[in-house]
């Protein structure tokens, strides 16, 4: 990463949180957006718990989907769980399948308006990229370094957790990265069922027919998926690096 690049990315995370922390300084940026006297920026509520709640809930679904979705990855790449593999990958389909709007309107009769529903839709519609990252990055490990492994008296849950999850590790790092950027704008649909979150700012925007609302809302969920994407792209570089290192050891 240049010099440049790191300190674009260090003005727009100062701008993004100084946006959140005191929004009103950016209304005249937003007031061309409005019309009949609208407010330029959203009032209904804070931005910072907003974007708290948003965050926390979409960590929370994701943390769940990554247990599930690795143990199962794993579970499915030993001799005892191969024959489960096409079950398993019709279970975690079941959330790409059903839009998560559809997965709302089954979950809020089961377990009532709020966060609840959000959470199951999250965590339903992460499972997938996770699951497939998780099968790929076990199954490219090479049997060589597995029999090396063996020779020197590994046991399977050694072998496991010493030699394929950290050669795996960048791979799963991918499909986790790209788990939270989808349920970072997926997660704004919970507002719909009364979860706190991004989403009731874009809402209340077009309840009142007030773009600034919408373009407050959406360029601060834009600007967490493109930070969290890129922290997720470092660490997954810097996994690369000590997975290659180790290979040359």
């Not at 260090?10 to 061309?32: D, K, M, N, R, Y």
């Not at 990958?89 to 709302?104: D, E, H, M, S, W």
């Amino acid at each position: 990463m240049s010099v440049f690049s790191a300190l674009l990315r260090i003005a727009l995370l100062a701008l993004l949180v100084t946006f959140i922390a005191a929004p009103q300084v950016f209304a005249p940026v937003f007031e061309p957006l409005t019309s009949h006297g609208a407010p330029a920026i959203y009032n209904q509520g804070s931005l910072v718990a907003l974007t708290l709640s948003h965050l926390w809930t979409v960590f929370v679904a994701t943390l769940g989907s990554i247990v599930v979705a690795v143990s199962l990855g794993i579970f499915v790449t030993r001799p005892s769980g191969l024959e489960f593999l096409p079950l398993s990958r019709t279970i975690v389909n079941v959330g790409q399948t059903f839009p998560p709007v559809a997965v709302l309107a089954i979950a809020v009769p089961l377990v009532g308006f709020g966060e609840a529903p959000t959470l199951i839709a999250l965590f339903l519609y992460g499972l997938l990229p996770i699951f497939e990252n998780t099968l790929t990055g076990l199954t490219q490990v090479s049997p060589l370094t597995l029999d090396a492994a063996r020779g020197m008296g590994m046991n399977a849950r050694r072998r496991l957790v010493e030699i394929e999850l950290p050669l795996a590790l960048p791979v799963i790092l991918a499909g986790i990265r790209l788990s939270l950027v989808i349920n970072l704008s997926t997660a704004t649909i919970g507002s719909t069922v009364a979860a706190k979150g991004l989403g009731e700012v874009i809402i209340a925007g077009l309840q009142s027919n007030n773009t600034a609302f919408v373009v407050q809302g959406g360029l601060v969920v834009a600007m967490l998926a493109f930070f969290i994407h890129d922290a997720f792209r470092l660490i997954e570089r810097r996994a690369g690096r000590y997975q290659s290192a180790q290979a040359s050891a």
